[in-house]
């Protein structure tokens, strides 16, 4: 059986390949990460109903949540998820920008948060980038559609 020392799991943290975007802080006393740092202009943009997001803490264990940047679309699609518990957080929006929740037009502008809990329909309307935290950890399976 293989014996690390202390020393020897800093040194595999600090030297491992990490995904883009992410710095990672080590705790000489345990040996663990004790922070991550996102580059966010450096993760990859994935389409989504709302436009295109960035998503980081997807793969650490330690965080229940996930963190977004979007960048929403014109028209997002309206969708809705069955687990996952999203809080928006506007950053930049237009001026007749709204959320869509459950079929109601809900005004937004920046430094405005949202929660939206599950089982709400919901989309984005006009040109905005938004902090989305999901808990749990956001999960493609869990985005539903109504039959149009």
């Known amino acids: 059986m ?59 264990p330690r965080v229940p949540y996930s963190l977004h940047i979007t960048e929403i679309s014109l028209n997002a699609k309206a969708h809705y998820h069955k687990q996952i518990t999203e809080t928006y957080f506007i950053l930049e929006c237009d001026d007749a920008a709204y959320l869509e929740l459950d079929g109601k037009q809900i005004p937004v502008k920046p430094q405005n948060a949202v929660t939206i809990f599950p089982g709400t329909r919901h989309r984005a309307v006009g040109k905005m980038k938004v902090v989305i935290i999901a808990t749990p950890k956001f999960d493609s399976s869990d985005e539903w559609f109504d039959q149009e």
């Open 2 to 60: 293989l014996q690390l020392k202390r020393s020897d799991y800093t040194e595999l943290a600090l030297n491992s390949p990490k995904p883009l975007g992410l710095q990672v802080g080590i705790n000489a006393e345990n040996a663990m990460a004790s922070y991550q740092l996102t580059n966010f202009d450096d993760l990859p943009g994935v389409a989504c109903p709302c436009g295109i997001a960035r998503r980081s803490l997807m793969d650490e």
